[in-house]
């Protein structure tokens, strides 16, 4: 299932691609979108971030980043 979450969100909606500064539906969004629990949708999040394709801040959501080489 993280997989899954991990390929749409690369992808953006409607296949348009995620820009920098986008910002990501919300963990609960997510979990209803994909009709999973949060440990799935928590461990896609985690991924991107640690890919580098996304950035958390506490409070204000998570957001595409700035594409750089190493995120591609």
């Known amino acids: 299932m993280y997989r899954e979450i991990i390929t749409t969100s690369r992808?953006?909606?409607q296949g348009?691609?995620?820009q920098p500064g986008d910002r990501l539906p919300t963990i609960a969004q997510?979990?209803?979108q994909y009709q999973a629990s949060n440990t799935?949708?928590?461990t896609a999040m985690r991924l991107l971030?640690?890919?580098g394709l996304i950035e958390t801040w506490q409070g204000k959501?998570?957001?595409v980043r700035q594409r750089t080489e190493?995120?591609?």
């Open 11 to 13: 992808r953006g909606d």
């Open 16 to 18: 348009r691609g995620l």
């Open 70 to 72: 190493d995120a591609k």
């Open 61 to 63: 959501g998570m957001f």
């Open 49 to 51: 971030e640690e890919m």
């Open 30 to 32: 997510l979990c209803e």
């Open 40 to 42: 799935p949708v928590k």
